[in-house]
């Protein structure tokens, strides 16, 4: 018998890492759109890749998204999200139900060229700070204000917190 999901049931997808990621960016699950495309932050009006752009000094924006990636990994970004799976209905965090958890701590195992954590928001940051304390994961943490177009905070001011991240990653492009 095959098992029915709910319609609101949703997943997260495999992570975005290799052995030289050095700045792992987690957000909290993917939204509608992302979902539909299979793809991290598909959301026109999400700033993800803007702001990641900044960070390492490409323009991310113009690539395909397979190129996006590949730059990710030549720059040591990583991506993942907190939430395996929750019931939601729509893309709002705050509408985020029954969660399971992402194994965080074992990905991080994996990641021998780790620095640090960065959480896209405040909802990434309060899940999986709680799951990284829990398993005894000590690793330095950077949290981020939501790329998200509903965190309705000035671009620059997110963009400002962001490039936090270049001492991580070792970047020194301008901004």
Do not use: C
Request: no cysteine; proline share 6%.
């Amino acid at each position: 018998m095959a098992t029915r999901t709910a319609p609101d049931l949703k997943r997260n997808f495999a992570p975005v890492v290799d052995a030289h990621t050095r700045v792992l960016i987690l957000g909290s699950l993917p939204g509608e759109v992302s979902l539909a495309h299979q793809q991290y932050y598909a959301h026109p009006q999400n700033r993800f890749w803007h702001l990641v752009g900044e960070v390492i000094g490409v323009p991310l924006p113009s690539l395909r998204y397979d190129a996006r990636l590949e730059v990710l990994h030549t720059h040591g970004v990583g991506l993942w999200d907190v939430v395996a799976e929750a019931h939601r209905k729509g893309s709002l965090d705050s509408n985020i139900r029954l969660h399971a958890g992402s194994d965080l701590a074992g990905l991080i195992d994996t990641l021998p060229a780790l620095r640090a954590v960065a959480f896209n928001g405040g909802t990434a940051a309060r899940i999986g700070q709680r799951a990284l304390a829990q398993r005894g994961v000590t690793m330095p943490v950077v949290v981020l204000p939501s790329s998200s177009p509903a965190y309705t905070i000035p671009y620059a001011t997110k963009r400002d917190a962001w490039l936090a991240l270049r001492d991580w990653l070792g970047t020194t492009a301008s901004a």
